[in-house]
C-alpha cells in the first residue's frame, strides 16, 4: 500500500493550508485524526499537541513548531548551537539599554509579544524613555534587504524579496509588511549563496523539516540577520507551485517512484 498525503493544519479556516490541500489533491485532518502507518501528515504550522503521532517520514514535528513560533526560544536555539546570524537582543530594559548604548543611532523594537507576526505587537523606540515592558527587545539592524527563503528538506524551493510598491504614498513606520506597503517580488533578486546556505542552517538547527525564513541582509559588512521562520507561510502562485511540488516529490520518494 502506497503512502499519501494528509495535510494537518493549525486551525481548518488556514487559507494557505485550504490552498496547499487543494494543489496537493490531499485532505485536511482535525488533531482528533487517527493516522494510518501509511499517512505522511504534513504539520501545518500547527504546535499544539494532539492525537495524531508523528512518526519519522511526518513533516514538521508539533515541538519544533512550538519552538520556532516563539522568537525568544528561537533566537536562543539558533544562539545555543552557534548560529551568529541574529539580531542583537536582550530581554530586560537594563540589559537593552547597555546593548544599546554601543549602537546609540539605531532604534529599539519592542517586541511585545513573542508568537505574533506581520508586525504585530512591536513597539519602536528611538531612546530608553520610551522603552516599554517587553519579552524580546531588538537593536534595529539597518539592512538595505530583506528576503523570505523557503527551504524543504536541507533545500531552498523558492525565493522573494521584500520590495516597497512603487503605487505606495504612506508613511514609512520602520516595519517591512503588507500593510505598509511592502510586498513579496521574485523579479530581478540575487541574494548571496551564504544567506540561502545559513537559512537552510537555521531551519535545520529549530528541528524542522519545512520552513519560510525571514531574513535581512546589510550588504556593506556583508552581515545576515534571520529575523524569524514561518512554518505555514502564504502561499500564492509560483511559491504555492513549488511548495506542491517539493511535497510530491518527497512522496514519490517514499513510494519509490
Same mark, same amino acid.
Given at each position: 500500500?502506497?503512502?499519501?498525503? &494528509?495535510?494537518?493544519?493549525? #486551525?481548518?479556516?488556514?487559507?494557505?493550508? #485550504?490552498?496547499?490541500?487543494?494543489?496537493?489533491?490531499?485532505?485536511?485532518?482535525?488533531?482528533?485524526?487517527?493516522?494510518?502507518?501509511?499517512?505522511?501528515?504534513?504539520?501545518?504550522?500547527?504546535?499544539?499537541?494532539?492525537?495524531?503521532?508523528?512518526?519519522?517520514?511526518?513533516?514538521?514535528?508539533?515541538?519544533?513548531?512550538?519552538?520556532?513560533?516563539? @522568537?525568544? #526560544?528561537?533566537?536562543?536555539?539558533?544562539?545555543?548551537?552557534?548560529?551568529?546570524?541574529?539580531?542583537?537582543?536582550?530581554?530586560?530594559?537594563?540589559?537593552?539599554?547597555?546593548?544599546?548604548?554601543?549602537?546609540?543611532?539605531? &532604534?529599539?523594537?519592542?517586541?511585545?509579544?513573542?508568537?505574533?507576526?506581520?508586525? %504585530?505587537?512591536?513597539?519602536?523606540?528611538?531612546?530608553?524613555?520610551?522603552?516599554?515592558?517587553?519579552?524580546?527587545?531588538?537593536?534595529?539592524? @539597518?539592512?538595505?534587504?530583506?528576503?523570505?527563503?523557503?527551504?524543504?528538506?536541507?533545500?531552498?524551493?523558492?525565493? !522573494?524579496? &521584500? #520590495? @516597497?510598491?512603487?503605487?505606495?504614498?504612506?508613511?514609512?513606520?520602520?516595519?517591512?509588511?503588507?500593510? %505598509?506597503?511592502?510586498?513579496?517580488?521574485?523579479?530581478?533578486?540575487?541574494?548571496?549563496? !551564504?544567506?540561502?546556505?545559513?537559512?537552510?542552517?537555521?531551519?535545520?538547527?529549530?528541528?524542522?523539516?519545512?520552513?519560510?525564513?525571514?531574513?535581512?541582509?546589510?550588504?556593506?559588512?556583508? @552581515?545576515?540577520?534571520?529575523?524569524?521562520?514561518?512554518?505555514?507561510?502564504?502561499?500564492?502562485?509560483?511559491?504555492?507551485?513549488?511548495?506542491?511540488?517539493?511535497?510530491?516529490?518527497?512522496?514519490?520518494?517514499?513510494?519509490?517512484?
Amino acid at each position: 500500500m502506497p503512502f499519501r498525503l &494528509k495535510l494537518f493544519p493549525y #486551525k481548518m479556516g488556514s487559507v494557505s493550508g #485550504k490552498s496547499l490541500a487543494q494543489s496537493l489533491g490531499v485532505k485536511r485532518v482535525r488533531p482528533t485524526y487517527d493516522a494510518r502507518r501509511r499517512d505522511i501528515i504534513i504539520n501545518w504550522g500547527n504546535s499544539r499537541p494532539s492525537a495524531i503521532l508523528h512518526a519519522e517520514h511526518d513533516l514538521n514535528k508539533h515541538s519544533a513548531i512550538a519552538l520556532t513560533c516563539n @522568537k525568544l #526560544k528561537t533566537f536562543q536555539a539558533l544562539e545555543a548551537a552557534g548560529f551568529g546570524h541574529v539580531p542583537i537582543w536582550a530581554t530586560t530594559r537594563y540589559d537593552i539599554s547597555n546593548l544599546w548604548g554601543v549602537h546609540p543611532d539605531r &532604534k529599539v523594537y519592542c517586541r511585545t509579544t513573542l508568537t505574533g507576526h506581520s508586525g %504585530n505587537g512591536i513597539i519602536i523606540c528611538d531612546n530608553t524613555y520610551e522603552l516599554v515592558d517587553a519579552p524580546l527587545y531588538t537593536i534595529q539592524t @539597518k539592512h538595505k534587504h530583506e528576503y523570505r527563503v523557503h527551504v524543504f528538506k536541507g533545500k531552498v524551493i523558492d525565493v !522573494q524579496q &521584500k #520590495k @516597497k510598491r512603487l503605487d505606495y504614498t504612506g508613511p514609512s513606520t520602520g516595519i517591512r509588511n503588507h500593510s %505598509n506597503g511592502w510586498i513579496y517580488a521574485r523579479c530581478d533578486i540575487n541574494p548571496p549563496q !551564504q544567506l540561502l546556505d545559513e537559512c537552510c542552517n537555521a531551519v535545520n538547527i529549530l528541528g524542522l523539516d519545512f520552513g519560510a525564513v525571514d531574513v535581512g541582509y546589510r550588504e556593506r559588512d556583508n @552581515k545576515i540577520f534571520v529575523f524569524e521562520v514561518n512554518t505555514a507561510p502564504g502561499l500564492y502562485g509560483s511559491t504555492l507551485e513549488k511548495y506542491t511540488q517539493a511535497f510530491k516529490f518527497y512522496l514519490g520518494e517514499l513510494n519509490g517512484i
